[in-house]
């Protein structure tokens, strides 16, 4: 979930060596890393909304118990981002989270293009996933969630859970690209615990969950104020680690 760039000089530099290559098919393979990006992005945002939904949704057919349910979804939701950012990080870096991308786009770590492409595709991906999620279990496609989260206490809880998640991310990957993944899965695992809010944390996910009445849902009414404790939450991590890591 951070950026990591591809070495576009060193595929420059060559082309130009081969002086029969021209600065259009230089700009081609820059549109076609973009593209592999973007497409990344959705594909990686699309499966957590499935891990998210679907694990809630399996829980809830198996059991009554609310406990059993959470633990499935906590489950589930951990391996499954693990694994996502383990399987896109050397592509696009791994945000599927909005907030994330704008974070590295404040950094100054990726073009405004690039982010606003990134941000496209994690929404457009959210809602696929959504629609895959819900014809797996044979549901209706789309649905409002009635869940009520409401409450100063909750948007508490997603500022807390996203300013940890940025300062996970902006620390850990200093350090290893390797570890970034399981710490990130860790720490949406323990937000599920130690947030009222289950730990959203995550824009494009939050408006996807307004669109399934079941147990990760969330009434769309509600889906504004948790983004705008995400993003402010997010933006104050990043200034707070830039001091504390002297970055």
């Known amino acids: 979930m951070l950026s990591v760039e591809i070495d576009k000089g060193r595929i420059i530099k060559s082309c130009i060596f081969h002086?029969?290559?021209?600065?259009?098919?230089?700009?081609?393979?820059?549109?076609?890393?973009?593209?592999?990006?973007?497409?990344?992005?959705?594909?990686?945002?699309?499966?957590?909304?499935?891990?998210?939904?679907?694990?809630?949704?399996?829980?809830?057919?198996?059991?009554?118990?609310?406990?059993?349910?959470?633990?499935?979804?906590?489950?589930?939701?951990?391996?499954?981002?693990?694994?996502?950012?383990w399987v896109f990080i050397a592509i696009s870096g791994a945000h599927f989270n909005p907030a994330v991308t704008l974070v590295?786009?404040?950094?100054?770590?990726?073009?405004?293009l690039e982010a606003l492409a990134y941000i496209a595709a994690q929404f457009l991906g959210a809602m696929l996933g959504v629609l895959i999620v819900h014809a797996m279990f044979d549901l209706a496609l789309l649905q409002i969630s009635s869940n009520f989260r409401g409450g100063v206490n909750l948007y508490l809880s997603e500022s807390i859970a996203t300013f940890g998640l940025l300062m996970t991310i902006l620390s850990v990957r200093r350090f290893s690209l390797i570890a970034l993944a399981p710490a990130v899965g860790l720490y949406i695992s323990a937000g599920y615990w130690f947030t009222a809010s289950t730990s959203f944390a995550n824009p494009a996910v939050t408006v996807a969950r307004g669109f399934t009445d079941s147990f990760t849902g969330i009434d769309p009414a509600f889906i504004p104020p948790f983004i705008g404790a995400q993003l402010i939450a997010a933006v104050t991590a990043m200034l707070l680690m830039r001091f504390l890591l002297d970055d």
Do not use: W, Y
Not at 104 to 112: F, G, I, N, Y
């Open 19 to 85: 002086k029969h290559v021209t600065k259009d098919v230089i700009l081609n393979i820059m549109n076609i890393s973009l593209l592999r990006k973007v497409i990344s992005e959705a594909i990686g945002t699309a499966f957590l909304v499935m891990i998210v939904i679907g694990s809630g949704i399996m829980g809830q057919n198996l059991s009554t118990d609310t406990l059993s349910i959470l633990l499935a979804n906590t489950l589930a939701t951990g391996v499954g981002l693990t694994t996502l950012i």
């Open 104 to 112: 590295m786009l404040l950094r100054r770590e990726m073009p405004a």
